[in-house]
């Protein structure tokens, strides 16, 4: 019971970034204006760079998915707590960039936060 909670949203943020990443994937275009860059110039370079970063995305969200069906809950809050470094270096990334702050702090940061939050809760720190 202690757990079902930070799990479920454990598992939720991982289906999320999961679709998320296929959505870069697909068309990577349309997604990107959310992450809070500027694309730097249309085309099958900047396509294939942003691919990079739903298939990144994609084995994020599996790391997770898999450690909840396979290990204990301890262990998928330690690879939040190490997976939250992305959403940090994403928003650090639109921050550095002159993206807007609001994007920054509202997507990534939150995104950061509550990884931390729930891996917290999963090592049983809180």
Do not use: Q
Request: glycine share 12%; proline share 5%.
């Amino acid at each position: 019971m202690y757990t079902a909670i930070p799990l479920a949203v454990a598992a939720l943020l991982a289906a999320g970034i999961i679709v998320i990443g296929s959505f870069y994937i697909l068309s990577p275009e349309r997604v990107m204006g959310g992450f809070g860059l500027k694309l730097p110039a249309p085309g099958p370079d900047t396509r294939a760079w942003l691919r990079l970063k739903g298939i990144r995305d994609i084995g994020s969200g599996l790391v997770v998915l898999t450690l909840m069906r396979t290990t204990d809950t301890r262990t998928v809050g330690i690879a939040l707590l190490a997976l939250s470094f992305i959403a940090l270096g994403d928003m650090c990334n639109v921050l550095w960039s002159g993206g807007p702050k609001s994007t920054a702090f509202s997507v990534h940061g939150v995104t950061c936060a509550v990884m931390i939050v729930v891996g917290l809760f999963l090592i049983h720190v809180f």
